[in-house]
């Protein structure tokens, strides 16, 4: 791992991922919730989406070559005590962002496999699937699937997984591609699956399964839940935290940003990433 925290004082963390014109998600998310936590960030962009509220209304790719010189720029010279990747969207840009994690050797990578938007517009070609399985897993710490994720990527119904049990076979099936561990989020299970609360599970090799339970909140403001859950995990394991510890720290993180959501728009607001130290004004 390039590391360079003990000459510039501070941990840094590089996000790859795209952008969201609405604030809430993507490179804004978590850019912010690093900032939050005390992490430098570094981003490389991989594609610029118009977006707000109401959902996402065109999504537009970089180029593999601008990607690659994004990446190179930062890791050449500033290092990343952590990686975070999130949208990527085409199949020669997951490569190129392999390729570079792994001439790099920038780890824990933290993979938030983007698929499709809270909305329900696509944001990974179908044909970049398979390829995300094979170039980009096998170089993540943890993948952090949601339950339709998991389901894609397994060729299952998203029915298939009804309780914490199903999570942790799904998780279980997901480290096949290579993953250190994967971190099935729970957010998406039938009402009365869990109880009133949100539970992940945290799934490794050789341990047994880690439940993390926050409580369910209702609301409809979660834009960017996703992504700012991945870049918290990314920026606690930048500051040494151990994967469990950054995915407990994730959690609450999320959880208070959540509670705090700011309704933005006329559709799905967003969270509230200061939530945790202080209050929006007039709220």
């Known amino acids: 791992m390039m590391k ?3 000459q510039r004082g501070y941990p840094l963390a590089l996000t790859v991922a795209g952008s969201d014109s609405g604030g809430g998600a993507g490179i804004q998310a978590d850019l912010k919730t690093m900032q939050e936590l005390g992490v430098f960030g570094t981003s490389a962009l991989t594609a610029v989406t118009a977006q707000n509220s109401m959902g996402v209304h065109g999504v537009f790719p970089l180029a593999v070559e601008a990607v690659a010189a994004q990446m190179d720029s930062v890791l050449a010279d500033m290092g990343a005590d952590a990686v975070k990747t999130g949208m990527l969207f085409a199949p020669d840009i997951i490569r190129v962002v392999s390729e570079k994690l792994g001439q790099y050797g920038s780890k ?14 696509p ?8 390829t995300m399985k094979v170039y980009l ?9 949601n339950i339709p994720e998991a389901c894609a990527l ?6 298939d997984i009804r309780s914490e049990a199903d999570m942790v076979e799904a998780g279980r099936a997901l480290l096949r591609y290579g993953s250190r561990a994967v971190l099935i989020k729970g957010g998406h299970l039938p009402a009365g699956a869990a109880a009133g609360e949100c539970v992940d599970v945290l799934v490794t090799g050789g341990e047994e ?3 993390f339970r926050t409580p369910r909140l209702p609301t409809k403001h979660t834009h960017g839940t996703g992504c700012t859950l991945s ?3 990314a920026a606690m394991r930048a500051r040494g935290e151990s994967l469990p510890d950054a995915v407990r720290g994730a959690k609450h993180f999320v959880t208070a940003a959540i509670a705090a959501a700011v309704p933005t728009g006329q559709g799905i607001g967003s969270l ?3 939530a945790h130290r202080e209050v929006p004004a007039g709220r």
Do not use: C, N, Y
């Open 231 to 233: 870049s918290a995990i």
């Open 4 to 6: 360079r925290q003990s």
């Open 123 to 130: 944001l990974l070609q179908e044909e970049a699937v398979e």
């Open 209 to 211: 399964p880690l439940m």
């Open 137 to 145: 897993f096998p170089l993540a710490e943890v993948v952090t699937p």
């Open 154 to 159: 397994l060729g299952l119904q998203e029915e």
């Open 108 to 121: 824990p990578v933290t993979v938030d496999p983007v698929m499709i938007a809270k909305g329900g517009a």
């Open 272 to 274: 509230w990433h200061a």
